[in-house]
């Protein structure tokens, strides 16, 4: 099988939700894919696909950060939602920023110390 039809194979397994969907979706018996999913080569081409699978879905949920960002302010202001709905949101906004901010150390702490293993 191609390089190319491992790729598929391998998406198809990450995205139907049987082993027997992905070889009926491939067009392979469903031998063919548990003797494939036990090959190092074949590991690294599904460990590959789904980290690209996961990127993109980081990528997406991104850029809905700052719309969605915006609907909870818009909970958390709104005077005519319930006390919980606002609290809830404001919370969830709280709880984002707090997490952004130590994120952000904590990647500035690991730059100092990557910078200083290589002045080492």
Same mark, same amino acid.
């Given at each position: !099988? #191609?390089?190319?039809?491992?790729?598929?194979?391998?998406?198809?397994?990450?995205?139907?939700?049987?082993?027997?969907?992905?070889?009926? @979706?491939?067009? /392979?018996?469903?031998?063919?894919?548990?003797?494939?999913? @036990? *090959?190092?080569?074949?590991?690294?081409?599904?460990?590959?696909?789904? *980290?690209? !699978?996961?990127? *993109?879905?980081?990528?997406?949920?991104?850029?809905?950060?700052?719309?969605?960002?915006? /609907?909870? $302010?818009?909970?958390?202001?709104?005077?005519?939602?319930?006390?919980?709905?606002? /609290?809830?949101? #404001? $919370?969830?906004?709280?709880?984002?920023? !707090?997490?952004?901010?130590?994120?952000?150390?904590?990647?500035?702490?690991?730059?100092?110390?990557? $910078? $200083?293993?290589? *002045?080492?």
């Amino acid at each position: !099988m #191609a390089k190319l039809n491992h790729e598929k194979l391998a998406l198809h397994i990450l995205t139907t939700s049987s082993i027997r969907d992905a070889a009926e @979706k491939s067009g /392979v018996s469903e031998s063919t894919i548990y003797r494939l999913r @036990k *090959d190092p080569g074949f590991q690294e081409i599904l460990t590959k696909i789904k *980290d690209e !699978m996961f990127q *993109d879905t980081i990528q997406k949920s991104q850029g809905y950060c700052l719309e969605m960002l915006e /609907v909870l $302010r818009g909970i958390a202001l709104n005077i005519t939602a319930t006390d919980s709905s606002r /609290v809830s949101a #404001a $919370r969830s906004i709280l709880e984002l920023g !707090m997490t952004m901010y130590e994120n952000e150390n904590i990647l500035e702490k690991l730059k100092e110390l990557e $910078r $200083r293993l290589e *002045d080492d």
